[in-house]
C-alpha cells in the first residue's frame, strides 16, 4: 500500500483528521478573524458549519476558509462551527475502501452534533457535503444539507448578500465531482458567480462531463504512480489557461484549491492562470 495513503489512514485513526494534527488546533484558523464564531456546543445556532479537514488545516487553504467566514458573518448569518468537536467525514476513507474507518469517523461526528443547537447544516468542502448528505443516517435533525454556494445563491436571489461591485473578471470554473458529477449542483456557483458580474468561460469538460482534479477516493493522500503519465490537474489547468482571456480558474472546494495551486506551479503557468476560491471573489465584492 502507497506509504502516504497509509500514514493518512493512521492519522484519521488517531487524530480524526488526515493532517495528524491535534484535534485542538483544528479551529486555530479563527485566531486570525476579528470576530469570534460560536461554538455550536454552547450555544444555539441557525447554521452549522462543517468546515472540513482541508479547510481547517492546510495553510494553503486558510485565506479561503477566513474570507468565507467573514462572508457568513458580513452577510448576518447566525452561524457557528464544531471546533475541535468536528472530525473528519469520512468519505475520502470510505471510497477507498476503510469502511470500519469511515463508520467511527461518522459516528464521532454524530455525537459531536448531538450536543449542537443548530437547525441547518452546510460545509464548504462538496467531499464533506456528499457524506453528510447521503452517508449519515442523522445529523441531529437537521432539516437540510447545504453547500455554501446554494446558500450564497440564496442570499443572492433574497437581496440579503450585500454585493457592492462588480468584479467585471473573465474567468472560467472548475464544477467539483462530489458538487457536480455526483449531487447535479451546477446552478448555484454559476449563479454566484453572474452576481458577481464574472464573465464565465465554460471549459470543454464541464458539468456531468468536467474532469477530477484528482484528489478523490484518498489519491490526495498518495504518491505519484509511475504508469501515470501526467496527474488529472495538471491536464486541467493547461485547459483553463488555453481559454481566451481566462487568467483565473474559480473553484468551489477546498481540495481543488490546493490541487490546481500547485498544479499551476508546476506547469510554469503562475504568469497566465491563478487559481481562486469562489469565496475570496464574493468577499471582494463585498467591497
Request: charged share 25%; net charge neutral.
Amino acid at each position: 500500500m502507497d506509504r502516504c495513503f497509509q500514514e493518512a489512514l493512521k492519522s484519521l485513526t488517531r487524530y480524526g483528521n488526515s493532517f495528524g494534527a491535534a484535534p485542538q488546533l483544528r479551529p486555530k484558523w479563527t485566531e486570525q478573524l476579528q470576530f469570534t464564531i460560536k461554538d455550536a456546543r454552547l450555544e444555539p445556532v441557525q447554521y452549522l458549519w462543517f468546515v472540513g479537514d482541508y479547510a481547517s488545516y492546510d495553510p494553503r487553504v486558510a485565506g479561503a476558509t477566513c474570507a468565507a467566514a467573514r462572508v457568513f458573518h458580513r452577510a448576518g448569518l447566525d452561524f457557528g462551527i464544531l471546533y475541535e468537536g468536528e472530525h473528519n467525514s469520512g468519505n475520502d476513507a470510505r471510497l477507498a475502501g476503510e469502511e470500519g474507518l469511515f463508520e467511527t469517523l461518522r459516528d464521532k461526528n454524530l455525537r459531536s452534533f448531538a450536543k449542537a443547537h443548530f437547525d441547518e447544516v452546510f460545509t464548504t468542502d462538496p467531499h464533506s457535503f456528499h457524506a453528510l448528505k447521503h452517508e449519515y443516517h442523522a445529523t441531529n435533525g437537521a432539516r437540510t444539507v447545504r453547500h455554501y454556494t446554494q446558500l450564497l445563491s440564496e442570499l443572492i436571489l433574497a437581496e440579503e448578500l450585500p454585493l457592492r461591485e462588480k468584479l467585471g473578471m473573465t474567468v472560467t470554473y472548475h464544477d467539483p465531482c462530489y458538487l457536480g458529477r455526483y449531487n447535479a449542483i451546477f446552478n448555484a456557483p454559476r449563479h454566484v458567480m453572474a452576481a458577481l458580474g464574472l464573465d464565465l468561460v465554460e471549459m470543454p469538460q464541464s458539468r456531468t462531463y468536467a474532469y477530477c482534479c484528482g484528489a478523490a477516493g484518498g489519491r490526495i493522500w498518495m504518491e505519484n504512480q509511475p504508469a501515470i503519465k501526467e496527474r488529472p490537474a495538471l491536464t486541467r489547468v493547461r485547459e483553463a489557461a488555453s481559454l481566451r482571456g481566462v487568467r483565473t480558474l474559480v473553484v468551489a472546494c477546498p481540495k481543488d484549491l490546493v490541487m490546481f495551486g500547485d498544479a499551476i506551479r508546476k506547469t510554469g503557468l503562475e504568469d497566465k492562470l491563478e487559481v481562486k476560491e469562489l469565496s475570496e471573489l464574493v468577499e471582494q465584492a463585498m467591497g
